[in-house]
């Protein structure tokens, strides 16, 4: 099992910047993609970037040019630089890790507790 903890978040103003971290620990386990999600009350949990093992990256249309992920594999650890925050950012931000045990098997998912970040206008 892979546990992540996260950190980072909080309260900024608009126009602000937050940086949220990830690290995952466990067992012996092969880390693939690694991403942030979002959710805001009423509203679906969304995908916030993403990055590969390989270092390759995709964001939501709202964040481009906003936020970056950055990921470093030997400390299993991903990381989202927040700037130009906006109120409509206002979330509960979690990280996921989709890891599997060796090469060859399924992939299993992984969650973080969650991490508020408010926006105040």
């Known amino acids: 099992q892979v546990r992540l903890v996260e950190s980072g978040g909080g309260l900024v103003q608009a126009g602000g910047s937050l940086r949220l971290s990830c690290a995952a620990s466990?067992?012996?386990?092969?880390?693939?993609?690694m991403g942030w999600y979002r959710q805001s009350p009423g509203k679906q949990r969304e995908l916030v970037a993403a990055?590969?093992?390989?270092?390759?990256?995709n964001y939501a249309d709202s964040v481009k040019g906003r936020f970056t992920i950055s990921r470093d594999n030997a400390k299993n650890a991903v990381w989202l630089q927040m700037n130009s925050l906006k109120p409509e950012d206002t979330a509960v931000y979690s990280c996921?890790?989709?890891?599997?045990?060796?090469?060859?098997?399924?992939?299993?998912?992984?969650w973080g507790q969650g991490t508020e970040v408010t926006v105040s206008s």
């Open positions: 466990g067992s012996t386990f092969i880390i693939g993609t």
């Open positions: 990055i590969t093992s390989g270092g390759s990256t």
């Open positions: 996921n890790a989709k890891w599997r045990l060796r090469y060859g098997v399924p992939e299993y998912d992984s």
